[in-house]
Structure formats: C-alpha cells, structure tokens
C-alpha cells in the first residue's frame, strides 16, 4: 500500500516494434486500472540489453516508449513513469534476489529457452537470470498487482516464489503481487500462424500490426491474416486465426465475442477482417496522432523523465535500504 491506494507495477521492452499485443495485452488495461492504484511503470532497458542492441537506436526506443505510456493515456502527474535504468536499486535488488533464486528454477523458464535457441551466439548471464530482475523490479516498489499479458505468467509466479521465499527468511520484507491478466487480449496471436503469440521480432511483418503502422498497412495486413476454410464467424478453439481476429474486435471495440459473433452470422470473412481492421485502425490512429504530438514537446518529456526518476528512486531505495538491512548489509552512516 501507498498512502490508501494499492500498489501497481508494470513495464515494457524499448526493443523492436511494439506490436498491437502489446498494447491490447498491456498497456490497455495499464491504463484502465490506473486511477484505482498507485501505478510505477518502468521501460525496462536493462532487461534489453540480454539482447545486444545498437546503443543509439535504443536511446530512441526507450524515449519513444515512454512517450508512448503517456500518449496512451497514462497521466504522468499521477503515475511514475520512468527508466529503469535510472533507477539503480533495480540492479541491486536483482543482486541480492539472485542469491535466493535456484538455477533450477531458472532453468525451468520457457522464456529462456525461446530466447537461448533465436540468440545461439549470445546466450549470457543476464538472458538467464532475466526473470530475477523482473522480480526486483515489481519487488522494489511492494506491488500488490502487475498487468501483464500471459506469455508472463511464468515470470510472475517466480516473482512470488522468491519474495515467499525470502518473507520465510528475514519476515515480512516484500508484497507478495498478483497477476492481473485481462479478460481479453491477455494473448493476442500471430496473424500468419495463430498457434504462436504475435510477437515484435517475428521475421514476417504480415504476422504483427505494429502500433506505428499507418492505416492502410494496418488493412493489408488483416485482409491476408490467416484464417481457414469453415467460412463461418465462431468462436471457437477450431478456429484459431477467426478466434484471434475476434479478440482483437472485441477488445477494440468492447463488445463481447457472442455479440461480435452474432454480428457477422452469415458474412463472409472478407467483410469480417475490413471491420477488424476497421476496429483497430480507430484505436491506433489517435494513439499515433498524441504520439506524434508529444514527441514535439521535448521539454515536457524531459521534464517528466526527470521527475518521475526521483520519485521511482525515492520508492525504490525505502525497499531496498530495509532488504540490505535485513541481510546483514551495516547500516549508512549519514
Ligand atoms: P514485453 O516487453 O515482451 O511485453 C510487454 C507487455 O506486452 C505483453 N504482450 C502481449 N500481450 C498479449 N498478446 C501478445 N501477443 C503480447 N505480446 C506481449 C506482455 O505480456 C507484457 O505485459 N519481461 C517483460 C517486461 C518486464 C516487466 C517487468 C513486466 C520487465 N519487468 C515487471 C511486468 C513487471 C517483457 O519482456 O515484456
């Protein structure tokens, strides 16, 4: 708790093109959620760099990303958005975090193994101990719920074994968060092969909407979205690729997939993936337009920056003087 609010924790990758996964899996619901809680949400650059990356391009991402968090709808006056990198206690915390987590646990992570196989030539430390940073990050503010999509599920419930794990220890020290997954959109899939998650470094551009692409990129893509031969609108796990076209409608649109479902009874799929595209187009113009808007104001975005890294370090390092204390670290002398 903070004040009389729960505490929220949530974050991104500035890596490769967001998709529309990432906004429908998270970002949505990070905004839905926000005036309920007390919300820290981190672009996460230090989880990035497990992959190599060009340091000028990821300088850009991770300001176009933040700059995204608040196009989207995220007031920075009352939520912290923030760095990760320019918060330190994130490292530090992650250090001690990994001194109670097990390889074998580690070793368990689907993730990582996903990972390992595409970045053969790379596979370092940090890739494998990923999930303990993720740990510190939501640790270190005591989250009571993260907003995640599930593909990170597995992440969360590590999250939860290693504060259990340390509370055993040293007592009550961290808020043992929960996952909050949305009711839809929690996994949206590939529009080229809807058995594998839309995902932003998939090789074929036809299978992710990227959150920039302009509106007739947008429609391409979902008029040659993989469908199959039923030629009927179902929800149903028969029919993966008009499931996910669903999800998506319905998650843009607020409907539910009966209604959706009832809507199309009897057209075809071609009219049916024009409204999807239709659908998404109308929630990712004005996202791109306030985009675009924002990014002009340089020292409104600077000044956010700023602001809210001092308030993430504040928080951040009440955590973690108590977590150091607690394991034996001596005390500061002021
Ligand atoms: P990342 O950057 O891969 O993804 C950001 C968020 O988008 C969700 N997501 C999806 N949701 C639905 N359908 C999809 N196809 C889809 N693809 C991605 C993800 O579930 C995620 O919520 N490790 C995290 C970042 C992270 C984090 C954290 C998250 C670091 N520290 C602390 C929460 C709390 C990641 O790589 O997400």
Not at 79 to 107: D, K, P, R
Not at 270 to 279: D, N, P, Q, R, Y
Request: hydrophobic share 40%; glycine share 6%.
């Amino acid at each position: 708790m903070l004040g009389d609010k729960k505490v929220l924790y949530s974050g991104m990758q500035a890596t490769g093109n967001l998709t529309l996964g990432n906004y429908l899996g998270a970002l949505k619901n990070w905004v839905a959620l926000s005036d309920q809680y007390e919300c820290f949400y981190g672009v996460v650059d230090l989880h990035s760099i497990t992959v190599r990356q060009d340091p000028a391009e990821l300088r850009k991402r991770a300001r176009a990303l933040l700059t995204l968090y608040i196009a989207a709808g995220l007031d920075p006056e009352k939520n912290c958005i923030y760095y990760q990198s320019h918060v330190s206690g994130h490292a530090e915390l992650a250090w001690i975090l990994n001194c109670f987590t097990y390889m074998g646990e580690l070793n368990r992570m689907t993730q990582f193994k996903d990972k390992a196989a595409k970045h053969a030539d790379n596979i370092n430390a940090g890739l494998f101990t990923y999930p303990v940073l993720m740990a510190a990050d939501i640790l270190l503010y005591q989250a009571d719920v993260v907003p995640v999509g599930v593909d990170q599920m597995q992440h969360l419930e590590i999250t939860r074994d290693i504060a259990q794990r340390f509370n055993g220890i040293y007592g009550d020290v961290f808020t043992v968060p929960e996952a909050y997954f949305g009711k839809v959109g929690a996994k949206i899939m590939s529009l080229q092969d809807p058995s594998r998650k839309m995902s932003k470094s998939d090789e074929n551009p036809n299978a992710s909407i990227y959150l920039m692409d302009d509106p007739d990129t947008i429609m391409r893509k979902f008029k040659r979205a993989v469908t199959d031969s039923e030629s009927q609108i179902l929800y149903r796990e028969e029919q993966p690729g008009i499931k996910n076209l669903i999800d998506i409608y319905c998650a843009c649109t607020g409907k539910t997939a009966e209604e959706t479902v009832r809507e199309f009874d009897q057209k075809g799929y071609g009219e049916f993936k024009s409204a999807v595209g239709e659908a998404v187009v109308s929630v990712l113009k004005p996202l791109q337009d306030r985009v675009a808007e924002l990014t002009k104001d340089k020292a409104y975005i600077d000044s956010v920056i700023k602001k809210n890294g001092e308030k993430a370090q504040y928080f951040a390092n009440k955590t973690l003087r108590k977590v150091q204390k607690k394991v034996g670290f001596p005390e500061r002398i002021r």
